[in-house]
Nanobody, 125 residues
Framework: QVQLVESGGDLVQAGGSLRLSCAAS????????MDWFRQAPGKEREFVAA????????SYADSVKGRFTISRDNAKNTVYLQMNSLKPEDTAIYYC??????????????????WGQGTQVTVSS
C-alpha cells in the first residue's frame, strides 16, 4: 500500500511558477514509476509528466514540454513538479500517481495503482 500526499498548489498569475510536491509513504517508493496528472473542470483527467524508478528518464505531455520539470528524491520518498511559465489553461487539480508500467510517450490512467488526493492550481490571466 502506498499513500500519496500532494502539496504546493496555489493561485498564481500567468507567467509565474509553482513547485508541487508529493510525499509517499512506505518503503517501496523507488519501485514505482511516479506521475503527475491533472483534471480541469468539465474535462477528463490527463497525463502531465512521468519519471522512471531511478529518475533517469522522464516524459511529458506536449502541452507542458519545455515549461514543466518532474523530478524525484528516492531518499525522501518525494516527487516534484516544477511548473514555469504558467498559463491560464494550466488551471486544474493536479494529482500525483504511482504505477509500475513505463512508457516514453504517456501513462494511461488505467495503469495507475495509487492516486493522491489532489492539489488545486489556479492561474489567473
Amino acid at each position: 500500500q502506498v499513500q500519496l500526499v500532494e502539496s504546493g498548489g496555489d493561485l498564481v498569475q500567468a507567467g509565474g511558477s509553482l513547485r508541487l510536491s508529493c510525499a509517499a509513504s512506505g518503503r517501496t517508493f523507488s519501485t514505482y514509476v511516479m506521475d503527475w496528472f491533472r483534471q480541469a473542470p468539465g474535462k477528463e483527467r490527463e497525463f502531465v509528466a512521468a519519471i522512471t524508478w531511478s529518475g533517469g528518464t522522464t516524459s511529458y505531455a506536449d502541452s507542458v514540454k519545455g515549461r514543466f520539470t518532474i523530478s524525484r528524491d528516492n531518499a525522501k520518498n518525494t516527487v516534484y513538479l516544477q511548473m514555469n511559465s504558467l498559463k491560464p489553461e494550466d488551471t486544474a487539480i493536479y494529482y500525483c500517481a504511482a504505477n509500475r508500467r513505463w512508457s516514453p510517450t504517456t501513462i494511461a490512467t488505467g495503469w495507475v495503482d495509487y492516486w493522491g488526493q489532489g492539489t488545486q492550481v489556479t492561474v489567473s490571466s
